[in-house]
């Protein structure tokens, strides 16, 4: 259902709900019928299931029928089975190596379900009640603020400077600012699912503002639902290294019992036309050496380190936090030549960090950095708020600044929130030497506004040289693909009568 297309109004009729959410007894009838708001679980091997596929490779086979041959040889010549013993050691090393990365990286579809919000806040029966996730229903009415998970997938009809990181979807680190209309198609067939600003996705999480959004799929079929049930329904393929040691398993295995007949059928003719006669001593004699001809020719050693150099290579890259799920999937990454990534041309974790700075005072950069956002430091020492600003906040606290006691010592008195035109945000805080202004912006736009620059921890005139060095530096940072940034404060004596953003 295309939701995005109608206006809140017919969404609500499509849904059976309406502002006011859905009752008590409508949502319980619905959970019923449709199932709780949950990604459904793959099919889990048993852990005896899981290592008995491990003995299913050609290779291992060839090499379990060599070890039941020479034991049966070791048997009737009263040996120890020395070979047997080597044998079945390498095999059931091997398995259990696989066994055991498998169990480690099997938390696919575990992660995607762990992105899913724990408690949700609906309206039921007409008021606000928290209940768990896993109960929504289509036709509830969600209530979001900053720092909530989206618990499901919902249309918007309600929001006030709404702001929802959607990077688990689409890959866009930059939050999405959500909107109530209804979208048009225009020349195209759909609306993509990262221009879909009407709606919310379970799996994302708002960075500012609130709404109010009523549910228009839960569980398998959000589009988190999606993702989770093309990763269960994947089919493997074989690997090259698979492939190629598939083919040597099926060359030796024409080789051995090659070797076999002919040695066997050899030694039988010669002792036919030598003797005359073939005793059943010389036949069994004949068939062992047959046989441990065919033994020797099989590489037993072949299994062991193919998996002791992937397992080598699995660790390697497991302390650089990349988790491989099956050993021979190393091979294969490793003769990856074209790697796809998004547009910013990363690979990201979706957190923003400051990594570069100009200018004399950093710590001065940083407090006024800080002080102009609204992200806030909750008990837990968590971050809320817009991915850009919180990593200010972040570099701050880095240095030794708390933004809840740079608030506490500098309390806000006024501000001028960013807007795309303007492309500053201004904060005005109350010190004991007077007003502080603190803006950051973009920097060609926040320059243009600056008269003098901090040198030699003192402030001068700001000259073309200055100028010319300052955008020399973000054009450094622009180059290296950095998003960049400039601060600016001014002082006053007393609170300015005329606090519009123009004035400030």
């Known amino acids: 259902m295309q939701t995005y297309l109608q206006t809140p109004q017919e969404v609500f009729e499509a849904v059976g709900s309406s502002e006011q959410g859905l009752s008590a007894k409508e949502a319980g009838e619905r959970l019923a019928r449709n199932g709780p708001n949950k990604l459904a679980e793959g099919k889990k091997?048993?852990?005896?299931?899981?290592?008995?596929?491990?003995?299913?490779?050609?290779?291992?086979?060839?090499?379990?029928?060599?070890?039941?041959?020479?034991?049966?040889?070791s048997a009737m010549e009263h040996e120890f089975p020395t070979d047997v013993l080597i044998i079945l050691a390498v095999v059931i090393i091997n398995a259990v190596l696989g066994v055991y990365q498998e169990s480690k990286a099997e938390k696919a579809i575990e992660a995607l379900q762990k992105m899913a919000a724990a408690t949700s806040k609906v309206l039921r029966d007409g008021e606000v009640r928290q209940i768990p996730s896993?109960?929504?229903?289509?036709?509830?009415?969600?209530?979001?603020?900053?720092?909530?998970?989206?618990?499901?997938?919902?249309?918007?009809?309600?929001?006030?400077?709404?702001?929802?990181?959607?990077?688990?979807?689409?890959?866009?680190?930059?939050?999405?600012?959500?909107?109530?209309?209804?979208?048009?198609?225009?020349?195209?067939?759909?609306?993509?699912?990262?221009?879909?600003?009407?709606?919310?996705?379970?799996?994302?999480?708002?960075?500012?503002?609130?709404?109010?959004?009523?549910?228009?799929?839960?569980?398998?079929?959000?589009?988190?639902?999606?993702i989770a049930g093309a990763l269960s329904a994947a089919k493997e393929s074989r690997t090259p290294l698979q492939q190629k040691l598939a083919q040597l398993s099926k060359i030796?295995?024409?080789?051995?019992?090659?070797?076999?007949?002919?040695?066997?059928?050899?030694?039988?003719?010669?002792?036919?036309?030598?003797?005359?006669?073939?005793?059943?001593?010389?036949?069994?004699?004949?068939?062992?050496?047959?046989?441990?001809?065919?033994?020797?020719?099989?590489?037993?050693?072949?299994?062991?380190?193919?998996?002791?150099?992937?397992?080598?290579?699995?660790?390697?890259?497991?302390?650089?936090?990349?988790?491989?799920?099956?050993l021979t999937a190393v091979e294969t990454l490793g003769c990856a030549q074209i790697i796809c990534s998004d547009k910013t041309g990363t690979l990201t974790q979706n957190k923003m960090t400051v990594v570069e700075h100009y200018g004399e005072d950093e710590a001065l950069l940083a407090k006024c950095m800080a002080l102009c956002t609204d992200v806030s430091i909750d008990r837990?020492?968590?971050?809320?708020?817009?991915?850009?600003?919180?990593?200010?906040?972040?570099?701050?606290?880095?240095?030794?600044?708390?933004?809840?006691?740079?608030?506490?010592?500098?309390?806000?008195?006024?501000?001028?929130?960013?807007?795309?035109?303007?492309?500053?945000?201004s904060t005005l805080h109350k010190t004991s030497d007077g007003i502080l202004q603190c803006t950051k912006g973009a920097p060609d736009v926040v320059l243009g506004h600056c008269t003098k620059i901090l040198k030699n921890g003192a402030y001068v005139p700001l000259t073309d040289a200055d100028r010319e060095?300052?955008?020399?530096?973000?054009?450094?940072?622009?180059?290296?693909?950095?998003?960049?940034?400039?601060?600016?404060?001014?002082?006053?004596?007393?609170?300015p009568d005329d606090q519009s953003p123009a004035s400030l």
Do not use: W
């Open 380 to 425: 837990e020492g968590n971050l809320v708020g817009e991915p850009t600003e919180a990593a200010l906040v972040a570099y701050a606290l880095k240095l030794g600044l708390n933004k809840n006691e740079l608030l506490a010592d500098a309390p806000r008195v006024g501000e001028a929130p960013f807007d795309s035109s303007r492309k500053m945000m």
């Open 252 to 326: 030796l295995s024409y080789v051995v019992l090659g070797i076999c007949v002919f040695i066997f059928a050899f030694g039988v003719v010669r002792e036919y036309f030598t003797v005359g006669a073939l005793g059943f001593e010389f036949l069994l004699d004949t068939f062992m050496i047959a046989v441990s001809l065919a033994v020797a020719a099989i590489p037993e050693g072949l299994a062991a380190v193919v998996t002791v150099v992937l397992s080598i290579g699995v660790t390697h890259m497991s302390k650089k936090n990349a988790i491989i799920r099956k």
């Open 469 to 495: 060095a300052v955008l020399e530096a973000n054009k450094g940072f622009a180059d290296r693909a950095l998003r960049v940034l400039a601060a600016a404060v001014r002082t006053y004596d007393a609170l």
């Open 134 to 226: 896993a109960d929504l229903v289509v036709g509830d009415v969600v209530l979001l603020e900053a720092g909530d998970a989206v618990p499901a997938d919902a249309r918007i009809f309600e929001c006030a400077s709404l702001k929802i990181e959607e990077a688990a979807l689409t890959g866009e680190s930059v939050p999405v600012n959500k909107l109530v209309g209804a979208l048009g198609l225009g020349d195209e067939k759909d609306v993509p699912l990262g221009d879909r600003k009407n709606m919310m996705y379970m799996g994302s999480s708002v960075v500012y503002g609130r709404g109010r959004a009523v549910v228009t799929a839960t569980g398998m079929d959000t589009e988190m639902g999606k």
């Open 45 to 73: 091997k048993s852990l005896l299931r899981r290592f008995l596929e491990q003995f299913a490779d050609p290779m291992i086979i060839i090499l379990l029928a060599a070890a039941v041959v020479s034991g049966i040889t």
